[in-house]
Each structure stands twice: as C-alpha cells, then as structure tokens.
T-cell receptor, first 111, second 114 residues
C-alpha cells in the first residue's frame, strides 16, 4: 500500500463546476499538507499548503485537512479551462524531511 | 528573479550508459531536491542537498547519486542506465530557512533510455 493514495482520473467537468480532488494517507505523522498543480511539460507549482488539520481558502481554491480520517481535499470553485492540469497532493513530516507525493489527478475543464 | 533551470531538457541514452543532469536553483536558495516522475509511480523523492551535504535520501539504488556545489548548483548522475530509468527528472529548490519552505520546481529533464 502506498503512503499516499490519489485517484489518477482523468476527471472531466464542465466550465463553472465545483471540482473536488482528494487524497488519503496512511502515516498519521504527516503534518504539512500541500497541493501542487502541474501543467503539461512543466514542473509542479505549489497551490496551497496547510499545517495540521483545518481549512484554508485562497481565491477559488479551498484546501481541507482531516487528520482524524487521514484525508485531504482540494476544492476548486467556478472551474475554468485554464484549471486543466494534473493536481498532486503532497505531505511531509516537517523538519526538513522529504515530501511524499500522490500520483496526481488529471483534470480537464471543458468550455 | 529567474526560476529553477535544468539542463538538458531532453536526453536519449542507451542501456548501460551513464548520464549527468544539472540544476541551477533560484538565487539565494540553498536546498535542492531531486525527484523522478513516471506515469506509474508519480513523483518519487531521490535526494536533497543543503549546503553541499546530502540531507535526505529516498529509496533508490546506488546507481543514482548527486552532489551540490558551493554556489548551490546541483548535479545528479545515473550510472548503468536501465530501461526503467526513463522518466522526467525534476529538481526543486527552496530557501530551507525554516522547517518548511515552499519548493520551486524546474521544468524537468526528460530522459529516455533505449
């Protein structure tokens, strides 16, 4: 079993839809939780990060962490075709420890 | 401010050869991490260097090695290439001044092993 599980998709939604992306993890020691976006032929870029449990909002993006369920989510409101990319969840123990990534979910927003 | 640069962007090698990939971090960043990305396994951590010292290491065989220079530029080397080493190799840099810093990724080097 992988430390971080993420459905690779692909996920296709119409423009304007609310998108929900999720990851589960097995190691309860993870403390930092991140979401990256990766466009084709580019490196990943950090979208959001949260420390421990809770919600964080940034514009159309909301990240949620539920440590009791070992489950993290990223919601995208009013999705746009420019949101079409692969979304990777990632987590770390902190203290300069390595970052562990999910396999990524490919999202396509159809105009 | 210039981003993370990686050279070369594309590389084709044959089995048994060795390869060296280069990464120049963002100016002022002292930490450089390397990742291998494949469709089946996703992003897997190779190693991290900070101030010329390897600080963390992933679960890859000894054929994969790296180093960091005094100007924070980093190289990774893969010896005795195997078909399964075909992947996108990504480098990420960070300030590493606190216990958690944002990693900035380069565009990657696409390695194909024939």
């Amino acid at each position: 079993q992988k430390e971080v599980e993420q459905d690779p998709g692909p996920l296709s939604v119409p423009e304007g839809a609310i998108v929900s992306l999720n990851c589960t993890y097995s190691n309860s020691a993870f403390q930092y939780f991140m979401w990256y976006r990766q466009y084709s032929r580019k490196g990943p870029e950090l979208l959001m990060y949260t420390y421990s449990s809770g919600n964080k909002e940034d514009g159309r993006f909301t990240a949620q962490v539920d440590k009791s369920s070992k489950y993290i989510s990223l919601f995208i409101r009013d999705s746009q075709p420019s949101d079409s990319a692969t979304y990777l969840c990632a987590m770390s123990f902190g203290g300069y420890q390595k970052v562990t990534f999910g396999i990524g979910t490919k999202l396509q927003v159809i105009p | 401010k210039a981003g993370v640069t990686q050279t070369p962007r594309y590389l084709i090698k044959t089995r048994g050869q060795q390869v060296t990939l280069s990464c120049s971090p963002i100016s002022g960043h002292r930490s450089v991490s390397w990742y291998q990305q494949t469709p089946g396994q996703g992003l897997q951590f190779l190693f991290e260097y900070f101030s010329e010292t390897q600080r963390n290491k992933g679960n890859f065989p000894g054929r994969f090695s790296g180093r960091q220079f005094s100007n924070s530029r980093s190289e990774m080397n893969v010896s005795t290439l195997e078909l399964g080493d075909s992947a996108l190799y990504l480098c990420a840099s960070s300030l590493a001044e606190t216990s958690h810093n944002e990693q900035f990724f380069g565009p990657g080097t696409r390695l194909t092993v024939l």
